[in-house]
């Protein structure tokens, strides 16, 4: 999802660097657009590591957990 939003960021400040009236906003426009791409990548990047980490787990090779509520025993 955050990838998604950094996307729309990206998308949104190239429309408004297309309809810029000055080559300065442009250039604004433009840079706002290649960081928000950046920030892109870097949550994919960051989703596929924490992917990786749960599947590297021992919680996960183990199956659902179960947990039991000491109160009714």
């Known amino acids: 999802m955050e990838k998604a939003y950094w996307l729309a960021r990206k998308r949104a400040s ?7 009236a000055s080559a300065e906003a442009r250039l604004v426009h433009f840079d706002l657009a290649g960081r928000y791409s950046v920030n892109a990548m870097a949550t994919e990047i960051r989703a596929q590591d924490v992917a990786k980490a749960v599947r590297r787990s021992p ?11 000491s109160d009714h025993d």
């Open 14 to 20: 190239l429309k408004m660097a297309r309809s810029a």
């Open 59 to 69: 919680l996960a090779a183990s199956g659902p957990a179960v947990i039991q509520d």
